[in-house]
């Protein structure tokens, strides 16, 4: 994630995954042997609600897009 979103410190990026994992919308695995590897998933109690908001999004682009003409 941290090459994705070059413009977040690791700071402030650790302190929203730990956030998201406390509230469950996120699992974090510790694959670490030697070196530090750690992975992060969505949770299953999230999918559906993210996927309902994502389409929800989607609906409202496709509805703004089209009353403004884009």
Same mark, same amino acid.
């Given at each position: 994630?941290?090459? =994705?979103?070059? $413009?977040?410190? +690791? +700071?402030? =990026? $650790?302190?929203?995954?730990? &956030?998201?994992? +406390? ?8 694959? &670490? ?5 750690? !992975?992060? !998933?969505?949770? !299953? ?16 682009? +496709?509805?703004? $897009?089209? &009353?403004?003409?884009?």
């Amino acid at each position: 994630m941290r090459r =994705l979103i070059q $413009t977040a410190s +690791k +700071k402030a =990026l $650790t302190a929203n995954l730990r &956030s998201l994992e +406390k509230l469950h919308l996120i699992v974090r695995r510790d694959l &670490s042997s030697s070196v530090l590897h750690v !992975e992060y !998933e969505i949770a !299953e109690l999230a999918c559906a609600p993210l996927a309902a908001l994502v389409d929800q999004l989607s609906q409202f682009y +496709k509805y703004f $897009t089209a &009353s403004a003409n884009y």
